[in-house]
């Protein structure tokens, strides 16, 4: 009796795992399909992209598609490909996101630790930096960078972004500041640490999970930003989001698929590869235990 | 010297919340003052006042004649025990110690000393290596103390160190601060709510509630002439019987009229104290008699003017072990009564008590000041 209950039970329960499971699979295909469809297409010669369909394999492997796009592929009136262009994205991104990352997090530090009069005003008019379009700064900002003289420069770019991102990153580190007892600042201060002291050796090896979501988003904000990359980029100092647009807008001659999917497949490897690496640091609570109760 | 003095300080949080109301204490070097009150009364504002670590908002705080006030923490020369702890995540046990006197540039060799000296006396030495997340509560309170005692400040601030661990632990450790503070000789303001850790460690203790300093003055002094009706309740356990009971004039006497719960009348004869109480003839006060003041008869005592023998009948009878809590019904109050074991009834039945008006203090029913 009780054996035939559980098989039963068991059964049903398989079912349902079976379901779920090909839901989930079903959804995974979905969502992938693009990704393979670019991958097998960038690997593919123009004629076999014309006869064959979408998802059909490569009847010809071939890595030139890849060189093209990295080296001589045509964006606007050059053909030098988007490799250089990928090196002006990473000179943009590494220091935005390493300066913003670094501006939220003594500012959440001290919106938290070290509160001042109005301080919760500034927060809240920082918070609405998070609600501004980015078409709303254009102009503005334009102005601004020109009587800085940094107009086309990728200094300019990346205050850009840091000013951007700050309101973001303060957000994402006065939040998890916050819950930080504040006793342990107290302590600290009582032990004869210091303002910039308390932050390097008591906050900060604390504050890992937060950094690493602060960077990826970040990262993936201005890698992928085109808007401030066109706008405020020209020629040699245009991100790649900008240059995938020029190749794939570039009107002379045959469109070549090929080439486009292998110029978009680099245009988004960083960010793919952030989460991959950076992934599972996510959330990772390292204060557990500080504090009683 | 003063080693502290705490001058009409207030604390105001925002514009309204005002948590200290005006706060006086004032304690000689080396001495022992402990803080209690109920939750929320303060007492914490009040330590981190002292720290440096809030702002007061009115008052002078003044360390070794110095007034501080304006001073930061770390010039203050404090060392202080949180009551949520507060040891640094990242760091190990050895470095949560040695970090204040890294701070003070304290030679690397004399530190490793000064860690290895604290975690013996603490007995936390299998411990130097964890990080606090892998500790105990109890280990835990112990490195927090720890982190304090390896520095040698003008001031300890102890708050609720001992409330997180057991019993015999605290016990324990009870007494180690005690022979602590024998030998350092150094000023230790400490908050608890344990009527027994105040009772044995304190020099001096300051009762508060809402903000206010309702007493302060030794152990002593508090537990046998309470300012008030609060403080009488809330020092000594089982608290204090209060007992509403009319003042009449016996034979040119002042006397406290108590009846049982089955019609019979004593006259309590206040003695001496009847002066003060001259102008509560015929008016009803608070008398204020403490558990162990109301016992068996005992025929050495009995023959005393300011005993008096009551028979009533016992409504709960509760063995303590050493002693036996009895509870009667005294002008229509719940009254207890400590007696000893031998010689406790069974509940329900009738029994004399001896009432020990030595001690007793009375009550303005209105303000419940003593009188
Ligand atoms: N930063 C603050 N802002 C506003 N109110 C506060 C702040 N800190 C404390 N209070 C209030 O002040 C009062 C006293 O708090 P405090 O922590 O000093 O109490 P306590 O006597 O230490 O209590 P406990 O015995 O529970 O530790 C409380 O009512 C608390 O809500
Ligand atoms: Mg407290």
């Known amino acids: 009796m009780v054996n035939t209950h559980m098989a039963q039970r068991s059964w049903g329960f398989w079912i349902n795992r079976g379901i779920i499971h090909a839901l989930l699979i079903a959804a995974a295909l979905f969502y992938l399909l693009p ?23 490569p009847a010809e492997f071939v890595i030139e598609p890849w060189i093209k796009a990295w080296s001589s592929a045509c964006t606007g009136v050059k053909c030098e490909g988007v490799g250089s262009y990928f090196f002006n994205s990473v000179q943009i991104v590494v220091p935005a996101v390493l300066i913003s990352t670094a501006v939220g997090a003594i500012n959440g530090y001290v919106l938290t630790k070290w509160r001042f009069r109005g301080s919760e005003l500034f927060f809240g008019l920082l918070l609405f930096g998070c609600f501004i379009p980015f078409q709303v700064v254009l102009l503005p900002m334009a102005q601004t960078l020109g009587w800085l003289g940094l107009a086309n420069t990728t200094a300019g770019l990346v205050l850009v972004h840091v000013a951007y991102g700050v309101a973001f990153t303060t957000l994402f580190f006065r939040n998890f500041y916050v819950n930080i007892p504040s006793e342990l600042v107290k302590a600290a201060q009582l032990d004869g640490a210091g303002f910039f002291r308390i932050f390097w050796r008591i906050l900060l090896p604390i504050s890992g999970p937060i950094i690493v979501v602060t ?19 020209s020629g040699d100092t245009q991100p790649i989001t900008v240059a995938l647009n020029n190749l794939v807008n570039t009107s002379t001659g045959i469109k070549e698929y090929n080439v486009h999917m292998a110029a978009a497949i680099i245009a988004g490897l960083p960010t793919l590869l952030v989460y991959v690496l950076a992934g599972k640091y996510f959330v990772r609570g390292l204060t557990a235990g500080s504090v009683k109760g | 010297m003063a080693a502290l003095e705490i001058d009409n300080v207030r604390k105001v949080f925002g514009s309204k919340t005002e948590v200290l109301k005006g706060i006086n204490i004032s304690i000689e070097n080396g001495e022992f003052l402990i803080l209690v009150g109920p939750s929320g009364c303060g007492k914490s504002t009040l330590m981190n006042s002292i720290a440096g670590l809030e702002d007061i908002t009115d008052g002078r705080i003044l360390i070794g004649g110095k007034d501080v006030s304006g001073s930061s923490p770390k010039d203050r020369d404090i060392a202080m025990v949180f009551q949520s702890y507060a040891l640094y995540p990242s760091m190990n046990v050895r470095d949560n110690i040695a970090f204040g006197l890294e701070m003070r540039k304290v030679p690397k060799e004399d530190r490793l000393k000064e860690v290895d000296r604290v975690a013996k006396m603490l007995q936390i030495e299998h411990l130097l290596d964890r ?39 605290r016990v324990e450790m009870r007494t180690e601060i005690k022979k602590l503070h024998q030998n350092l000789g150094t000023t230790i303001v400490y908050v608890t709510h344990d009527q027994i850790e105040a009772m044995t460690l304190a020099d001096r203790i300051a009762v508060m509630k809402d903000g206010i300093v309702q007493q302060f003055g030794t152990p002593q002094e508090i537990y046998d002439e309470p300012a008030n009706i609060f403080v009488a309740g809330f020092m000594g356990s089982p608290a204090m019987n209060f007992i509403p009971a009319p003042i009449q004039k016996e034979q040119d006497q002042l006397v406290a009229k108590v009846t049982t719960a089955d019609g019979r009348t004593y006259s309590l004869p206040l003695g001496q104290r009847g002066a003060a109480l001259k102008d509560y003839e015929g008016r009803q006060v608070i008398l204020g008699v403490r558990p162990e003041r109301i016992s068996e008869v005992n025929i050495t005592e009995v023959e005393r003017e300011d005993v008096v023998v009551v028979r009533a009948k016992t409504e709960i009878v509760e063995p303590t072990g050493p002693d036996t809590l009895i509870h009667i019904d005294l002008n229509g109050v719940e009254v207890g009564c400590r007696v000893a074991p031998d010689s406790a009834v069974k509940a329900g039945e009738e029994m004399d008590f001896m009432v020990d008006l030595s001690k007793a203090v009375f009550f303005d029913s209105e303000t419940e000041a003593r009188i």
């Open chain 1, 35 to 57: 990704l393979v469809v670019m991958l097998l297409t960038s690997f593919k010669t123009m004629g076999d992209i014309r006869a064959g369909n979408l998802i059909s394999l």
């Open chain 1, 215 to 233: 960077i990826i988003w970040q990262t993936t904000q201005i890698w992928n930003d085109f808007l401030f990359g066109v706008v405020y980029g």
């Open chain 2, 131 to 169: 990080k606090p997340s892998q500790l105990s509560g109890g280990q835990r309170q112990r490195v927090a103390m720890g982190r304090a005692l390896a520095r040698k400040p003008k001031i300890y601030l102890f708050d609720e160190p001992l409330s997180n661990l057991d019993a015999k632990l």
